[in-house]
T-cell receptor, first 113, second 112 residues
Framework: ETGVTQSPTHLIKTRGQQVTLRCSSQSGHNTVSWYQQALGQGPQFIFQYYREEENGRGNFPPRFSGLQFPNYSSELNVNALELDDSALYLC????????????FGPGTRLLVL | QKEVEQDPGPLSVPEGAIVSLNCTYSNSAFQYFMWYRQYSRKGPELLMYTYSSGNKEDGRFTAQVDKSSKYISLFIRDSQPSDSATYLCAMSLKAAGNKLTFGGGTRVLVKP
């Protein structure tokens, strides 16, 4: 177990709706990244937060937004959902000290109908 | 063309065989190279982490990086049915805690 948890595990939404996905990482992990993994594909970097500030963004539109909180939790918000947003959304966190790697949570599987 | 290319498989091998996986990449600025294992319905789990060119061994796993050819490999010796999973290569420009660029993953099946 990586100590990174995500909720919910599964979610079904309809096109045009908004969704909020949540991630909780370990104490001392001050960097969190979000990735989108479409079926049969590798994860794609959405954005990264460091000390509650966005610290890098991939090729995703502004309707993908995020927040990081002081208690090591974070959120991914997606507005105006599209069918192509159906994917596994992964959260990954990195320790503040000795942080060579990122630890991934189990993901939230989102289905947009 | 994707930055990181990986054969999707599936790669089917008998138990005990050596599994050979590889990725090619186009961005010569990548410095850190990783291999993740992902079981169905789970998040990726880090297997190997290497910096720059060379070999690294950890138990049954050996990772190789050839920066001159922009080619990385992962070898799994004495494969077990529990090694059946999707293997993802990933790389980053800076430390491994920053943005990771993944390959598409190779599905591996180890048959008893």
């Amino acid at each position: 177990e990586t100590g990174v948890t995500q909720s919910p595990t599964h979610l079904i939404k309809t096109r045009g709706q908004q969704v909020t996905l949540r991630c909780s990482s370990q104490s001392g992990h001050n960097t969190v990244s979000w990735y989108q993994q479409a079926l049969g594909q590798g994860p794609q970097f959405i954005f990264q937060y460091y000390r509650e500030e966005e610290n890098g963004r991939g090729n995703f539109p502004p309707r993908f937004s995020g927040l990081q909180f002081p208690n090591y939790s974070s959120e991914l918000n997606v507005n105006a959902l599209e069918l192509d947003d159906s994917a596994l959304y992964l959260c990954a966190s990195r320790p503040a000290r000795g942080g060579k790697t990122q630890y991934f949570g189990p993901g939230t599987r989102l289905l947009v109908l | 063309q994707k930055e990181v290319e990986q054969d999707p498989g599936p790669l089917s091998v008998p138990e005990g065989a050596i599994v050979s996986l590889n990725c090619t990449y186009s961005n010569s600025a990548f410095q850190y190279f990783m291999w993740y294992r992902q079981y169905s319905r789970k998040g990726p789990e880090l297997l190997m982490y290497t910096y720059s060119s060379g070999n690294k061994e950890d138990g049954r796993f050996t990772a190789q990086v050839d920066k001159s050819s922009k080619y990385i490999s992962l070898f799994i010796r004495d494969s077990q049915p529990s090694d059946s999973a999707t293997y993802l290569c990933a790389m980053s420009l800076k430390a491994a805690g920053n943005k990771l660029t993944f390959g598409g993953g190779t599905r591996v099946l180890v048959k008893p």
